[in-house]
């Protein structure tokens, strides 16, 4: 909760510029990861396979995601200065190369239709992979921001294409647990109906007066079996 009630404060500072562009990025994605960490914790208290199923899978996708966006922050910084360092360079690689592990734990566990919009929206074009053989293995030079404009572009249209995806796979995990909520509901409604019928038959067939329930009932139901004390 800390690290969210610093958040205005953050984004103060990068809309006045009084913070550097790697700062900045550290300080998000360090909250994100933060947030993040919450899932694993909830999911070692689910017993249904079905629904930690889900779980892992949108955590696995919004942990690719959240690289995705690092690299867009990563790759525009560099394009933007027209030069990538060394330590700039490597670490750009390591978030491209760590998305896939996380989509693929995501893919093992989704759902046909999700695992087809994932083929057909979310993955990265051949123009995104253009720049970053660029950004990877070459200089790409001056350009007054061109580059790092088209690449933010690009990368944030993949982005929102994947928010999308991210959306449905939390309606698909709410659908699994209001199904669980409803199951449970009815047998918590059959559990007490049996007891109800438990109970009643136990009182009626004792050798005490017959009992407050039967008492009011009609006295058309005298003849049936059970209903009174004989």
Known sequence: MWSLEQLPALRDNVAGQQIAAETATCQFSRTIRHLLNI??????????????????????????KELVGQERALGAQGFAQGSFSQELRQRLVDRIDGQQPCFDSFLSLATSPLKMLFYTECQAGIAIEQLRRIACTRQPGEDGGETALRWFQLQTQRLEQMRGLEELLIGELMTVVDGLLDDEGNRTRRTRSMMTRSATACCCTSTDSFCRWCASRPASWSSFPGSWRR
């Not at 779980?55 to 690719?64: D, I, K, T």
Request: proline share 8%.
């Open 39 to 64: 899932i694993p914790q909830l999911n070692d208290s689910i017993d249904d396979p079905t629904l930690a199923g889900r779980l892992v899978a949108l955590y696995s996708f919004m942990q690719g």
